[in-house]
């Protein structure tokens, strides 16, 4: 009889689909339909979830919970903090980023649990404090948008992999920087933008050659420096023009 317990529930299963997307995205190539069908179409389930029950939070009216949910949802809150602990310690031995990202999502599941947990424990005091008898469908409203960012963060994670993102601090994209910056025909770099998209990375960059070198010349050395560039960084697209 408790919404918010139920809520909690999707909760949780929100975000071990926000786990499972993440997974994909490191299986699957960037431009593999399936796979972005599969995200979007997870990502707008647990959307739709967390609209629909704010909405039947807010229809449904005043619902006293039993009391033995309270004992629920403490067992709930100790299994995930364990679970959540155990999965860190795991995730650290072993070095395993999958197992750490999954104690990390425990843990906020943990928070809401707790929030489920203060809510049943006030809606027991709703006959001192009348007010209390709305705990549940406050619980449930914050729970929900829980939910809701959670389908939110799923799907523009998979609209970022196919339209793209501009990156500005990346190792190696430095050491392309300086690469070619260290060739003795170029004078320097005039603009350089690198975008990410899925596992790729676009780079491109305008550079500014020697005055005295022919068109011929010039045409080579950019070739040379994408030729090596390529062989080098196998998931970088590079473009360089002349400025």
Known sequence: RSMSLIVDGVHTFADQSLELVTISNSRFNKNDRLKHFLNIFTGSVVLILGLSFIYLALSRGVVIPRMRLLGISLFTIVFKYVLSKYL???GKLYN???LVNDAKQSNKDVLSSVIVFIALILMTLSDKIEYFKYADMAASIIVSLFVIYTGFVIISRDLTEI??????NLEYINNIRSFIENNRNVIG????VTHKYGPYYEVRCDIILDNNLTLKFANEVVKYLEYVIRRTYKDVIIII???
């Open 96 to 98: 395993n980023s999958i």
């Open 88 to 90: 860190m310690e795991k």
């Open 189 to 192: 770099i005039k603009d350089m």
């Open 163 to 168: 339209f793209g993102t501009k990156v500005d």
């Open 241 to 243: 023009n002349i400025a």
